[in-house]
C-alpha cells in the first residue's frame, strides 16, 4: 500500500513537471535566432545626361568603397556590386535594375507578455529592436540617401512588438509560429 502511494505521487509530481508554464528566459532562447532582416533598396544606373552630380557624388562612396563599380555606356552609368553584401536584382530584359542591401535586422530583445492559453500552448508579446549591419553603420548617410524602398531603411528602425505563438510536446517548449 505504502509503495502504491509514493508511485502515485511520483507520478502526479512527473505529470505536474511536464505541465510547467513557460517562462521568458525560455521564450527568449527559443526566439534568439529569429532575425527579422530590414533590406534595402537602389537604383543600379542613373543618368549621364542630365548631369546628375546629386547621384554622381552619392554613388562615389559606395565606388571608392569597392561596393560597385560604375561604367558609363550611353547615356547612363550602370552599376553593379563588387561586394557580397550587395545583391543585383534583374528586371524581365536580364539587366541589372536595382541592387539590395541587408541594413540591419530585427532581434529579439524582450519578452514584454506571455500567456499561458492551455497547459500546452502560450503566446508572447516580443519587443524587437534594430541592429544595423556593418555594411549600413560604415556607410548609412549614402545608403539612406539612395534607398528607394517603399519604406526606406531610416524609417524602419524603431523598436516594433510582434506575437510568437509556442506549442509544449514531450521535447518541451517550440515555438510554433511569429508574426
Given at each position: 500500500m505504502r509503495k502504491g502511494i509514493v508511485w502515485l505521487l511520483a507520478?502526479?509530481?512527473?505529470?505536474?513537471c511536464q505541465k510547467r508554464e513557460l517562462d521568458g528566459e525560455t521564450a527568449l532562447k527559443l526566439?534568439?535566432?529569429r532575425n527579422i532582416p530590414v533590406e534595402g533598396r537602389m537604383a543600379a544606373q542613373y543618368s549621364a545626361v542630365q548631369n546628375d552630380i546629386a547621384s554622381t557624388s552619392s554613388y562615389q562612396p559606395l565606388v571608392a568603397?569597392?561596393?560597385?563599380?560604375c561604367?558609363?555606356?550611353?547615356?547612363?552609368?550602370?552599376?553593379?556590386?563588387?561586394?557580397s553584401r550587395l545583391v543585383a536584382e534583374t528586371n524581365d530584359a536580364g539587366e541589372i535594375a536595382e541592387l539590395k542591401f541587408i541594413a540591419g535586422n530585427f532581434v529579439p530583445?524582450?519578452?514584454?507578455?506571455i500567456a499561458q492559453i492551455s497547459a500546452d500552448v502560450a503566446k508572447a508579446d516580443i519587443r524587437m529592436s534594430f541592429q544595423p549591419t556593418s555594411l549600413y553603420t560604415e556607410?548609412?548617410?549614402?545608403?539612406?540617401t539612395l534607398d528607394e524602398s517603399s519604406t526606406p531603411?531610416?524609417?524602419q528602425q524603431q523598436d516594433r512588438i510582434v506575437h510568437a505563438e509556442f506549442q509544449r510536446d514531450d521535447g518541451g517548449w517550440?515555438?510554433?509560429n511569429i508574426q
Amino acid at each position: 500500500m505504502r509503495k502504491g502511494i509514493v508511485w502515485l505521487l511520483a507520478g502526479f509530481f512527473l505529470v505536474g513537471c511536464q505541465k510547467r508554464e513557460l517562462d521568458g528566459e525560455t521564450a527568449l532562447k527559443l526566439l534568439q535566432f529569429r532575425n527579422i532582416p530590414v533590406e534595402g533598396r537602389m537604383a543600379a544606373q542613373y543618368s549621364a545626361v542630365q548631369n546628375d552630380i546629386a547621384s554622381t557624388s552619392s554613388y562615389q562612396p559606395l565606388v571608392a568603397a569597392g561596393l560597385v563599380q560604375c561604367s558609363l555606356e550611353v547615356v547612363v552609368y550602370k552599376c553593379i556590386p563588387t561586394d557580397s553584401r550587395l545583391v543585383a536584382e534583374t528586371n524581365d530584359a536580364g539587366e541589372i535594375a536595382e541592387l539590395k542591401f541587408i541594413a540591419g535586422n530585427f532581434v529579439p530583445a524582450e519578452i514584454t507578455a506571455i500567456a499561458q492559453i492551455s497547459a500546452d500552448v502560450a503566446k508572447a508579446d516580443i519587443r524587437m529592436s534594430f541592429q544595423p549591419t556593418s555594411l549600413y553603420t560604415e556607410h548609412r548617410g549614402v545608403l539612406d540617401t539612395l534607398d528607394e524602398s517603399s519604406t526606406p531603411v531610416n524609417q524602419q528602425q524603431q523598436d516594433r512588438i510582434v506575437h510568437a505563438e509556442f506549442q509544449r510536446d514531450d521535447g518541451g517548449w517550440r515555438l510554433q509560429n511569429i508574426q
